[in-house]
C-alpha cells in the first residue's frame, strides 16, 4: 500500500498534463528515430496494455451497458464504416478526384477505429465506456462492413483478405479488455478518484511510448523532403479534425452529447494498419506519407481540440 501511496501523487501529475506529456512523447519520436524504431516493434503489445488499463478503468458493466446501448454502437458503426466510405468514394468520383490523397481518405475511413480510442477520449475529459465499446464492435464487424465499400470502390482488392487481421486485431483486444475488466473485479471493483487519477497517468505514459514508436517514419522522411512533409501534414490534420468535428458535432446534436467524445474521436482516428495488411503495394507504398503524418492529429488531439470536446462537454443537459 505504501508503494501504491508513493507512486499515486507522481502518476496523477502526469495525467493532470497528459496532453503535454504526448507532445513530449511526439517530439522524442521525431527527434530521435532510433529510439522510435526500438520502440516500433511493440507497439501491438503496449497497445494491449492501453486497452487493459482502459478496461480496468472503465469496469465491464458501464463499458457494455444495455442492450440498447450495443444496438447503437453497431448502427453507429455502420454509419462510419459503411455510410461516410460510401458517401467520400460518391464524392470523389463526382468531382474526378483521384491520387494517393484520394484513395488515404477512403481507406482511412473505411477501416476501423484505433485501438487507443478509449485512452484519447480520457484525455479529453470525456466518458471512455461508449469508446470501448466502438471499438470492439467496429474491430468484430469489419470483415463485414468492408465489403460493400471493396465492391463499390474496385481498386481496393478482395474484401476478404481483411478478415484475419481484423480478427487477430478483434482477438487481442477482446483478451486486453476481459485481463482489464477481471483485474477491476477481483483487485478495485470500487475506484477512489486517488486511483482513478493514477491509472489515467499510467495511461498517459504508456500511450506517450506509444506515439515515440510511431513516429519514426515521420522522423525519416522530414529529413529527406521536408516540404513534401508539410503539406501532408496539413492534408492529414485536414482529413482527422474534420471528421472529428463533424462527428462530434452530430451526436451531440443528435441526442448522443454524453458519448460525443467518443463518437467524434472514433471518427477521425481510423486504424490504416489493419487494411494496410490486406492492401497490395501499389496501393499502399503511395499512401504511406500521409500515414505517418496522419499520427500528428491523431495524437495531439488532446491538445488542440480538448478545448472543443470540453465546449461539447458543457452543453450537455445536466
Request: charged share 10%.
Amino acid at each position: 500500500m505504501r508503494g501504491e501511496a508513493t507512486l499515486a501523487a507522481p502518476l496523477a501529475a502526469v495525467a493532470r498534463h497528459g496532453r503535454a506529456v504526448l507532445v513530449v512523447g511526439l517530439l522524442a519520436g521525431i527527434v530521435s528515430p532510433s529510439l522510435a524504431g526500438a520502440i516500433r516493434p511493440h507497439i501491438g503489445l503496449l497497445i494491449a496494455v492501453l486497452l487493459a488499463i482502459a478496461a480496468f478503468r472503465i469496469g465491464a458493466r458501464p463499458a457494455w451497458g444495455a442492450l440498447s446501448a450495443m444496438a447503437s454502437t453497431l448502427a453507429l458503426v455502420a454509419v462510419l464504416q459503411i455510410a461516410v466510405p460510401l458517401a467520400v468514394l460518391a464524392v470523389e468520383r463526382g468531382f474526378g478526384l483521384a491520387g494517393p490523397l484520394a484513395m488515404a481518405l477512403l481507406i482511412m475511413t473505411t477501416t476501423a477505429p484505433i485501438a487507443g480510442t478509449p485512452n484519447l477520449t480520457i484525455l479529453v475529459g470525456g466518458d471512455p465506456a461508449p469508446a470501448l465499446r466502438i471499438v470492439v464492435v467496429a474491430t468484430a464487424v469489419l470483415p463485414l462492413t468492408v465489403v460493400p465499400v471493396f465492391l463499390a470502390s474496385g481498386d481496393l482488392g478482395d474484401p476478404a483478405a481483411v478478415a484475419p487481421a481484423a480478427l487477430r486485431l478483434a482477438g487481442l483486444i477482446g483478451l486486453a479488455a476481459a485481463v482489464g475488466f477481471l483485474a477491476r473485479a477481483r483487485l478495485s471493483p470500487d475506484l477512489s478518484p486517488a486511483r482513478t487519477a493514477a491509472i489515467d497517468g499510467l495511461s498517459t505514459l504508456v500511450f506517450a511510448i506509444v506515439v515515440i514508436g510511431v513516429m519514426e517514419a515521420i522522423a525519416v522522411e522530414i529529413r529527406r523532403d521536408p516540404e513534401l512533409v508539410a503539406l501532408t501534414t496539413l492534408a492529414a490534420f485536414a482529413a482527422n479534425f474534420g471528421f472529428q468535428l463533424l462527428g462530434a458535432t452530430l451526436a451531440a446534436r443528435t441526442g448522443a452529447a454524453r458519448a460525443a467524445a467518443a463518437i467524434g474521436i472514433a471518427s477521425g482516428n481510423r486504424n490504416f494498419i489493419l487494411l494496410m495488411t490486406a492492401l497490395p503495394d501499389t496501393i499502399i507504398d503511395p499512401i504511406m506519407l500521409f500515414v505517418g503524418c496522419y499520427q500528428l492529429p491523431m495524437y495531439l488531439t488532446p491538445l488542440l481540440l480538448g478545448g472543443f470536446y470540453r465546449r461539447i462537454a458543457s452543453d450537455r443537459p445536466r
